[in-house]
């Protein structure tokens, strides 16, 4: 469905996350004739840049991070028509240049301003956007993470925003929201009658949710800074506890599901003291070096004779404090390096209450229902069976297999590409509220502070591996295993 004409100016243009998603996200969105010329992408940043070489700039970001077999010629030609340059540096206010010649002033164009660059700079954005009237009542703010480094900071971030734009026009991305299997779990869990009624502590018996990357950190100073948890749990791991966890919202209304996901935030047993060093494991990746394989370790990629207390790997056992969820762990785990680029939840149902089966036809085994996020998108339910063949009665474990490549022959979409055009649509249902984003930082918080001060070790883990034995400990202390498929 197309989308009104928009213009987007995207403050840190030339940055990495334009060059790599940003860009390619809209050329997918303009492929599939979601907008047309009629719709502007107007660059900012401090470089300078002619419109001719910003166009190249973004030609090449489409030919490199888009699949070949979507790059037609004049498609392309006419995508990078849509773009337009303006070198500025938002640091000095002097020498900020006009971005009036770039927007039109017509209702019927939806004006977006894109902040990726660091929070920093977004004080002195929101204050020019304000004081040049390129601020309207319409307009939207679209804000990339890191968005604080803890609950004061994130509270600072949002009151500078919030001088200029009110909520409704904050856009707080958090990617994995926009990933097609996030959001296929609202209909797995609210269009099926099937699971709600056992989705409860009476026939679940844990959670897991694991976010691994064979990618490593590349030395890059504001992982160095921000670390496991900050970087993928307080936001990523902890949006899918909220969609796992979550109450049925009453609609599917922006508000009605964030106002239910912060309810589950505001249930998280809040980690501190001597529970930190039991509910929680934090590693760094150590290189490997043998004949057939060269891995630098962390320390190794920031550089000769670094020392770093940042964690690469992060291990925690939750739980959320009501009704439904009583007694029922939640174990989150992330890491870079690790054995496989794997993400997914696995929901752990019970034991069967009674066998009618001798230990010799097979103990079934519980049922587990395996939402696999990336990559291989599917959803494997587990289920216990008669083993075919005269042999009499014997249990066996298999999967009903629902693999998206098999069943469905379009691509999947980038997170990006949905939630660019819900930016333009006014649709904040994937976005992050204020109060969602304050009430994540306050439960990290007590666990980023005793990892700071008390003696939470640093584990190394052998890159390429499932990180720190003691995150095996965690979870199997607790007679449980981690999912082993993955
Ligand atoms: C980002 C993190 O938010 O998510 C990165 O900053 C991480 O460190 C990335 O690599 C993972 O995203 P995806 O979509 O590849 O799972």
Sequence with gaps: IPVDPFDYVVFGATGDLSQRKLIPALYYRFYDGQFDTNSRI??????????EE???????????FVDADHIEQQMLDDFIGCFSYIANDVTDREGWAELSDS?????????????AVAPFLFAPICDYLSSQNYWTPDARVVLEKPLGRDLQSSIEINDTVAEVFREDQVYRIDHYLGKETVQNLLALRFANALFEPIWNSAHIDHIQITAAESVGAGGRSYYEKSGALRDMVQNHLLQLLCLVA?????????????????????????IEGDDVHKNTVRGQYRGVSSEDTKVPGYLEELGEGATSNTETFVAIK??????RWNGVPFYMRTGKRMARRASEIVIQFREIPHSIFSRTQGAPTPNQLVIRLQ????????LMIKDPGPGGMRLRQVPLNLSFADTFTQRTPEA????????VRGNQTLFMRRDE???????????REAWDTDATPLHGYTAGTWGPTSSVALIERDGRTWHEEL
């Excluded at 939750?318 to 009704?323: K, L």
Aim: charged share 35%; no cysteine.
């Design 246 to 270: 979550m109450e049925p919202p009453a609609s599917d209304e922006a508000n009605a599901l964030r106002d239910e996901k912060l309810k589950v935030l505001r249930a998280l047993k809040r």
């Design 375 to 382: 990559p291989d998108e599917g959803v494997k339910l587990f």
């Design 437 to 447: 984003l304050e009430a994540a930082w306050a439960w990290i918080d007590p666990i």
């Design 42 to 51: 107007i660059g900012v940043s401090r470089t300078e840049m002619s419109d």
């Design 318 to 323: 939750a739980e959320v404090e009501n009704w």
């Design 54 to 64: 910003f166009q190249k700039f973004a030609r090449d970001a489409v030919t490199e």
């Design 103 to 115: 927007l039109r002033n017509d209702p019927e164009v939806v004006r977006a301003f894109y902040l």
């Design 416 to 423: 990006y590409e949905r939630l660019l055009m819900d930016v």
